[in-house]
């Protein structure tokens, strides 16, 4: 999807980067043309100040994704869902961050939800970064333990897929 993106918006990288900026943040637009979060709009001039960028550049953006009917159809169904892993400690959770060596590579996820279930631990929340838009994409897994044992950082870090872990 993100090839097809970049094509579309090549002529015009500050468009690029309001799509890029949206899609990190599950921003969708509505019928209107408005860029929301959940369904609540938000203004473009919020929008142009966090990225720099001047708010009709931003309408810009929301105008030619409409016009476009499969950036339409992903846009208008964006969800930004809650992001546990900046609260985690305050509820008692642990967070545990994967980068693997190579994000496009099949079973990653796989192969890590497995030690977590070998060692008994339930899983509050996961997500991964899209390997097409995050610089350095990683796999977040949120358990719900506030201490995890070390066994299970050792098993993590001895998968073949695993470049760096973060605790």
């Known amino acids: ?12 990288p500050s468009q690029g980067r309001v799509v890029r900026f949206m899609l990190e943040n599950g921003f969708g637009i509505n019928s209107e043309g408005r860029i929301v979060c959940n369904g609540i709009e938000i203004p473009a001039t919020h929008i142009g100040r966090a990225i720099e960028t001047d708010r009709r550049v931003v309408d810009a953006t929301a105008r030619r994704i409409l016009d476009n009917p499969e950036l339409r159809e992903v846009f208008i169904r964006m969800r930004a869902a809650p992001d546990l892993s900046r609260v985690a400690e305050a509820l008692g959770l642990s967070v545990i961050t994967l980068f693997p060596k190579d994000a496009h590579e099949k079973g990653i996820v796989g192969a ?7 060692h008994d ?6 997500f991964v970064t899209d390997p097409y838009l995050a610089e350095e994409p990683r796999l977040v897994m949120i358990v719900d333990e506030a201490r995890v044992p070390s066994s299970v950082y050792e098993d993590l870090r001895a998968l073949p897929q695993v470049k760096q872990l973060i605790i």
């Open 1 to 12: 999807m993100w090839a097809d993106i970049s094509r579309e918006f090549a002529d015009s």
């Open 112 to 118: 890590a939800v497995k030690v977590l279930v070998d």
């Open 121 to 126: 631990l339930s899983i509050r929340q996961i």
